[in-house]
């Protein structure tokens, strides 16, 4: 107890030195102070390994030396297809490849492929070589037909058979070769190789919503509420045939069509229309008399159609400056009457 | 030795006008040579800058400059014309400055300016405006259009600050020294919103009316247009209530004063106001007729929304309101004898992306139905010449502190900085 309290005195003693002598003064007569008396000599006799007591020493396999690795035994012209025949982790000792990956510490590289985790985890396509993908092929014209030789264009294929399906198949190992994603039917088809009036196209394309690509001109049915490919093959091509039917006829509703409805501007019966005949009419000498004539023959005008030219574009493609300018350009010439 | 030998090179009738030079000279070396430019005629400059290399004297390389190239230099540093008349101003003011007279700032803009730019000139002490080409354009269609024919219809639409509003104020300046009568609706996004009272209207049933709104239009419209309030007769006789009529032939400063002392039937009297003012427009110059110019700041708000509730809580329609109604049959051409010259601003309005500046964005269907066939006008950004006058401009009344703004490298990083759009520009400077 007293050496004790001796000990904590000779530490602040120790302590107040410091401040007067500096910070390694301090360390110094910290080991001093707090040196334990503990030893850790062991007498186990096997390095590293746990005390086992009288259980005696674990008795393993002696260890064979690894032999070169197989990169270091390749010939340039070597069958790659032997080295990587199915899809197998990244073996560091097979691919002759001085592959770096991985995050480098400060100043450093990306760690090398030895024994190099971040290379294993990703999957790899060594199985997947061309050369691998031509026997592949090689092995499966055996089960194959020839390709008809009168259809050697895309264009003379898209004429003959313009419809196109689309199905995949999945193969995984595993105890069951099923696969419900392979259900899914792809049907694409071009609306313009299908005989449609402009009021069936329009109907068409409004029943089809986001099924319909403007740009490409492509319609899209996807189908997969069925749990058999066949099934959903016959849905899509039912969908087909009824979009089609519809899209011909013409029912009583259709006629209520407002302007908002439609897809494109039309200056005929526009507001517009309206304004600029009234303007002109307004800017002729009073004396002429409105008629079905007059109302012709101001629209026959080549101000006038300039006018309207602009305002199509203005109203079916948006507004930028050009469009603007053209605009511009055509009203000063129809006013300027 | 070079000035005295200058000066006696020189009439003896300009010899003050070279101690201004001189004393300018003083200041500076741009002073000098703008109030060179301002004072002296071309040919007198080209024979002092001829002298001037002759003797040899330090000025270097500008005055070579103008030696050789005397055009150009005039254009690029003189930013002010002593052209006050719009009518007068032509390409050759292009970029150029002229000053608005202190008595027609009062009478023709109480309300008109931009908030900023009534800043400006009260710091400045002068009213000093830039001739940028879409109001010469358009004063140029004003001047070429027939009178006799509806009225036409123009748009200026550009990005914000690029000077829109201040076009408008530079051609109602054309209009009301020309004598027109100018109908300027500063900011119609101001009816449409923030309305503390409303009131439902007693002319129709289904329509509000905005008094607080509607008396103080009436009130600058009076100080705008004083000399036609005597002169202009009413065609028609208004009852306002069961006591108060205005008669048939009374002129139209009683109307507008009824409308200013009794608030609550002043919408309904801004909309006798323009029928009447629509009607008279009409007549020819000799029978006492007069030529109208209907100028509205942010027309989009009459086809947008509005931010107004009825007592119920549902919003009310543009439409619905009786300034709105008014104005809208005011943009109609079925009147001749005027123009209507119309702003777009986004800032003000209500429901609309910060990024539409185009004419049928910010109109929508509606409005561009009814405005059409319009002539609409591109207001851009500042042009190099025009940035270079406003750089001097401010320079000239030393706006711009800050000593590094004075280099050419400020320069270039403020041109960098404002992209030369006229309001970032104007909020750029403040600071420096």
């Not at chain 1, 079916?316 to 603007?324: A, K, T």
Request: charged share 25%.
């Amino acid at each position: 107890m007293a050496a004790h309290t001796l000990n904590i005195y000779m530490l602040s003693l120790g302590r107040m030195h410091c401040h007067i002598y500096g910070r390694n003064v301090h360390k110094a007569l910290n080991r001093a102070t707090y040196a334990t008396a503990l030893s850790t000599n062991n007498s186990s006799p096997n390095k590293g390994f746990p005390d086992r007591g009288s259980r005696g020493p674990i008795i393993r396999r002696p260890r064979r030396e690894e032999g070169e690795p197989r990169k270091d035994r390749m010939p340039v012209d070597q069958d790659w297809t032997a080295v990587y025949p199915t899809a197998a982790p990244f073996r560091p000792g097979s691919v002759p490849l001085p592959v770096r990956m991985g995050f480098p510490v400060k100043r450093g590289v990306p760690p090398e492929k030895k024994g190099n985790l971040e290379l294993i985890k990703i999957p790899n396509f060594l199985h997947l070589t061309p050369t691998a993908i031509k026997k592949h092929c090689e092995a499966m014209k055996l089960f194959c037909t020839e390709w008809p030789s009168a259809l050697d264009t895309n264009v003379k294929c898209d004429e003959h058979f313009p419809i196109k399906i689309e199905c995949k198949d999945y193969v995984s190992a595993g105890t069951s070769i099923r696969n419900p994603s392979a259900r899914i039917v792809n049907l694409r088809v071009k609306l313009s190789s299908l005989n449609l009036d402009d009021h069936a196209g329009k109907k068409m394309v409004k029943l089809l919503g986001e099924r319909y690509c403007k740009e490409t001109d492509i319609i899209t049915i996807i189908t997969d509420s069925c749990p058999v490919r066949q099934q959903n093959y016959d849905y899509a091509m039912y969908l087909l045939t009824v979009l089609y039917h519809e899209s011909w006829k013409t029912e009583a509703w259709e006629s209520e069509k407002t302007v908002a409805d439609m897809e494109e501007y039309s200056w005929e019966d526009s507001p517009s229309q309206k304004n600029a005949l009234s303007t002109l009419v307004r800017m002729q000498i009073a004396g002429e008399v409105e008629g079905d004539a007059v109302r012709d023959k101001l629209l026959g005008r080549p101000e006038v159609q300039e006018y309207r030219e602009s305002v199509i574009r203005l109203m079916n493609e948006g507004e930028s400056e050009s469009s603007i300018l053209q605009y511009r350009e055509a009203v000063k010439k129809l006013l300027k009457l | 030795m070079a000035p005295t030998a200058v000066s006696n090179k020189l009439k003896a009738t300009h010899r003050k006008q070279f101690q201004e030079l001189q004393e300018a000279g003083e200041k500076g070396e741009r002073e000098r040579t703008m109030t060179l430019h301002r004072l002296f005629p071309l040919r007198l400059r080209q024979t002092i800058a001829q002298v001037r290399l002759l003797h040899g004297s330090g000025c270097g390389h500008q005055l070579e400059e103008v030696a050789m190239e005397p055009e150009l230099r005039k254009e690029t540093s003189v930013f002010r014309t002593q052209v006050n008349d719009p009518a007068c101003q032509s390409e050759r003011h292009l970029g150029q400055y002229y000053t608005l007279p202190t008595s027609h700032l009062h009478t023709i803009f109480p309300h008109g300016l931009p908030a900023r730019y009534q800043q400006q000139v009260k710091t400045f002490n002068e009213g000093c405006v830039m001739v940028r080409q879409p109001a010469l354009e358009l004063i140029s269609y004003l001047k070429a259009a027939d009178y006799s024919k509806p009225a036409v219809r123009y748009l200026l639409y550009g990005l914000k600050g690029s000077g829109k509003t201040m076009s408008l104020c530079h051609t109602i300046h054309y209009c009301s020294t020309q004598g027109w009568l100018v109908l300027h609706i500063p900011d119609a996004h101001l009816w449409v919103k923030n309305c503390k009272e409303l009131l439902p209207s007693s002319y129709h049933t289904s329509r509000f009316d905005q008094p607080i709104e509607a008396s103080n239009w009436l009130r600058n419209f009076r100080t705008t247009n004083e000399r036609f309030l005597s002169k202009i007769k009413l065609r028609q006789r208004y009852t306002w209530t069961k006591r108060e009529s205005t008669e048939k032939g009374s002129p139209l400063g009683e109307l507008v004063d009824m409308g200013v002392s009794r608030v609550k039937s002043s919408s309904d009297v801004v909309g006798a106001v323009l029928k009447e003012l629509r009607l008279q427009a009409a007549e020819t110059e000799e029978s006492e007729g007069f030529r109208l110019a209907v100028a509205i700041d942010g027309v989009n708000s009459l086809w947008g929304r509005t931010t107004i509730k009825k007592e119920d809580k549902s919003p009310v329609a543009p439409e619905e309101l009786t300034l709105i109604h008014n104005l809208r049959k005011m943009i109609d051409n079925n009147w001749c004898g005027g123009a209507v010259i119309a702003t777009l601003s986004q800032t003000g309005s209500l429901y609309s992306p910060s990024s539409a500046y185009l004419p049928k964005e910010l109109l929508g269907e509606e409005g561009f139905d009814s405005m059409d066939p319009f002539i609409p006008v591109p207001v851009s950004n500042y042009s190099e010449k025009e940035f270079e006058s406003c750089y001097l401009y401010y320079l000239d009344r030393h706006w711009l502190q800050h000593p590094h703004s004075k280099t050419d490298e400020g320069k270039k990083e403020i041109i960098f900085l404002s992209n030369r759009n006229p309001s970032v520009l104007e909020r750029l400077c403040a600071f420096l």
